[in-house]
T-cell receptor
Framework: DQQVKQNSPSLSVQEGRISILNCDYT??????FLWYKKYPAEGPTFLIS?????DKNEDGRFTVFLNKSAKHLSLHIVPSQPGDSAVYFC???????????FGAGTTVTVRA | ETGVTQSPTHLIKTRGQQVTLRCSSQ?????VSWYQQALGQGPQFIFQ???????GRGNFPPRFSGLQFPNYSSELNVNALELDDSALYLC??????????????FGPGTRLLVL
C-alpha cells in the first residue's frame, strides 16, 4: 500500500529556471514531511523538512509547501543548477512512529 | 561529527546463503532504521531499533533480523537469501527524541546481489 506517491518519474528543467516536484499522500496521520536528494551510488541526503503545523518552509534555494487539506506537498528549487540533477524522494512520518514512508522518486535533470 | 557509514559497499551471494550488513550511526543517535531499496523504487522500511530494542517493523519476513549495539553500530542479517532480496540496503540514524519530528540521516548503502 503506497501511502506516499510521486506521480512524475522525471522532470527536465533548464538551468536557472524553477523546478517543481510534487508529492501526494494518503495517510492523514502523517505530520512530518521530508525531501531527500540521491545521487547514484550514494545514500539519500536530507534536504528540507516541514511539520504539519506549517504550510511553508524555506532553506536557501529550496522551499517546501504543504497543503494538508489536499494531502499534497511540493518542493521548489529556484534557481535550478546542474548540481541539482539527482533523484528526489518525498518521505513522511508520524510524530510517534519514526519510520519513513517514501515515494518512488522523481529524477530531475537540469539542462545547461 | 562523523556521518553514517556502512559496510561492505557491494556484496554478491547465492540463493539460500546468509548475509550480515553493518552500519555505524552518527555518535549520539539512539535510533537506527534499515531500509531496502529495489531498483526504481523508494526505500522500504524494514525495521527500527531504539537503544538496542526493536522499535517497529515493516512488512518483511522474520528471516530479516537485526541487532543494535551500545557503540552506535548495528547489523542487518538476512537468512535464506532469495533472488528478490537483491537491492540496495540503507541504514539511517536519528536522535530518537520522543514527540519530535525526526530527520533520519542515511549511509551510502550496501548493494546486495543474490544469484
Amino acid at each position: 500500500d503506497q501511502q506516499v506517491k510521486q506521480n512524475s518519474p522525471s522532470l527536465s528543467v533548464q538551468e536557472g529556471r524553477i523546478s517543481i516536484l510534487n508529492c501526494d499522500y494518503t495517510n492523514s496521520m502523517f505530520d512530518y514531511f521530508l525531501w531527500y536528494k540521491k545521487y547514484p551510488a550514494e545514500g539519500p541526503t536530507f534536504l528540507i523538512s516541514i511539520s504539519s503545523i506549517k504550510d511553508k518552509n524555506e532553506d536557501g534555494r529550496f522551499t517546501v509547501f504543504l497543503n494538508k487539506s489536499a494531502k499534497h506537498l511540493s518542493l521548489h528549487i529556484v534557481p535550478s543548477q546542474p548540481g541539482d540533477s539527482a533523484v528526489y524522494f518525498c518521505a513522511a512520518s508520524t510524530i510517534n512512529d519514526y519510520k519513513l514512508s517514501f515515494g518512488a522518486g522523481t529524477t530531475v535533470t537540469v539542462r545547461a | 561529527e562523523t556521518g553514517v557509514t556502512q559496510s561492505p559497499t557491494h556484496l554478491i551471494k547465492t540463493r539460500g546463503q546468509q548475509v550480515t550488513l553493518r552500519c555505524s550511526s552518527q555518535s549520539g543517535h539512539n535510533t537506527v532504521s534499515w531500509y531496502q531499496q529495489a531498483l526504481g523504487q523508494g526505500p522500504q522500511f524494514i525495521f527500527q531499533y531504539y537503544r538496542e530494542e526493536e522499535n517497529g517493523r515493516g512488512n518483511f519476513p522474520p528471516r530479516f533480523s537485526g541487532l543494535q549495539f551500545p557503540n552506535y553500530s548495528s547489523e542487518l542479517n538476512v537468512n535464506a537469501l532469495e533472488l528478490d532480496d537483491s537491492a540496495l540496503y540503507l541504514c539511517a540514524s536519528s536522535l530518537g527524541q520522543q514527540g519530535a519530528g525526526e530527520t533520519q540521516y542515511f549511509g551510502p548503502g550496501t548493494r546486495l546481489l543474490v544469484l
